[in-house]
């Protein structure tokens, strides 16, 4: 089964052509970044706007670079949600069209089920496991009992980590969008003396918090008698990261030991990070899991990683009306509802 596989849910504008759920044919992505750096954060309509603007040539590129002609595609697939309403109906739109023209099913799916099965393209990943998804606007722990079977375990009660990083990347004046900087900072230096609180740790549960944490650092910016120089920028993006691997670790090993699983799966943007992949490796060998990490490439947005979902359901006989809206908030557990 040949699919194009949709995007469009944030900032970025993705197109993919995926063979069975699994070959990635090609698997395009168009970055907002540019549009949206100097306002230190995305801007819904420019989203929007861009995303009308680049998605045609992105859908042509993808089919072209994949050697595939339209017609023999068997299907579209499309984030129906969460996401920017806007952004998403772009995505959603063209889909539906596309799929009217060529006379094929689409399918809208979940875009977290998207980050958290992306690892099924590089290595069969069996279930049950655990799933960390940690991106721009997720802190999420599920158990995941197969595609479509999702327990929420825990969740941040205020701000993503991904956002935390942004955060605390605007607040040091490092620039948009803050992971990947503070990342190579942190690599480039030590924590110094700089102790970070770990919020929610102690607590018996799977929860996270990281808006105390992002407060923490503007506290600790406001007592510096200057603004930090390049020493201190480098402790105090190394401290950051430092506390929030450690909370993310930390609770993640907890909820896999409570469920009895042994396998983790780390998704979303914020699993780029080298710390965050440094520590589950050394806590692999030392606790005796198996914890996996896509490619950077299928951690952040992408639209490959919607096939894998796409393929199953559809093979499934499931399908999308061509009556289908686009959801900004959806609960992960009701990710096997293909209408409305
Ligand atoms: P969601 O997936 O929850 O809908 P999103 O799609 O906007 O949100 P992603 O694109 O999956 O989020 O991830 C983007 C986030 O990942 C940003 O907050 C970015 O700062 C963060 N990120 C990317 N690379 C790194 C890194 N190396 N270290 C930490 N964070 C990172
Ligand atoms: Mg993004
Ligand atoms: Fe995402």
């Given at each position: 089964m040949l699919l194009l596989a949709l995007e469009s849910s944030c900032d970025e504008t993705a197109a993919a052509v995926v063979r069975d759920g699994k070959e990635i044919l090609s698997n395009l992505i168009s970055s907002q970044i540019d549009v949206h750096a100097a306002y230190g954060g995305v801007v819904p309509e420019l989203a929007?706007?861009?995303?009308?603007?680049?998605i045609n040539p992105l859908v042509d590129d993808a089919l072209q670079?994949?050697?595939?002609?339209?017609?023999?595609?068997?299907g579209v697939v499309v984030t129906r949600g969460p996401g920017l309403i806007g952004a998403l109906l772009v995505g959603l739109s063209f889909a539906k069209a596309f799929a009217y023209a060529?006379?094929?099913?689409v399918i809208g799916v979940h875009h977290i089920e998207g980050h958290i099965l992306a690892i099924q393209l590089e290595k069969q990943v069996e279930y049950p496991f655990l799933a960390l998804a940690v991106s721009g606007g997720h802190t999420h722990l599920f158990r995941v009992d197969g595609i479509g079977q999702y327990r929420l375990l825990g969740r941040t009660v205020d701000d993503a980590?991904?956002?935390?990083?942004?955060?605390v990347a605007k607040m040091l004046g490092l620039g948009y969008p803050g992971g990947p900087i503070i990342d190579k900072l942190a690599q480039e230096s030590d924590d110094g003396d700089i102790v970070f609180p770990r919020p929610l740790l102690k607590k018996d549960n799977y929860d996270f918090s990281f808006s105390g944490m992002k407060t923490a650092v503007l506290n600790y910016l406001n007592k510096l008698d200057a603004e930090p120089d390049k020493e201190q920028l480098g402790q105090i993006s190394s401290a950051f990261q430092t506390a929030t691997v450690d909370v993310l670790t930390k609770k993640a090993l907890r909820a896999a030991e409570a469920e009895g699983l042994t396998r983790i799966v780390v998704a979303g943007g914020v699993a780029c990070n080298s710390g965050l992949r440094k520590r589950f490796a050394e806590l692999a060998e030392t606790e005796r899991l198996d914890v996996f990490f896509p490619s950077p490439i299928l951690c952040a947005d992408n639209a490959a990683m919607l096939a894998v979902a796409g393929h199953h359901y559809l093979q499934q006989g499931h399908r999308s009306n061509l009556d289908l809206n686009a959801v900004s908030s959806w609960p992960l557990e009701q990710a096997g509802i293909f209408s409305g």
């Open positions: 929007s706007r861009r995303h009308l603007e680049v670079r994949a050697g595939v002609e339209k017609n023999q595609l068997d060529q006379q094929i099913p980590a991904g956002e935390a990083f942004d955060k």
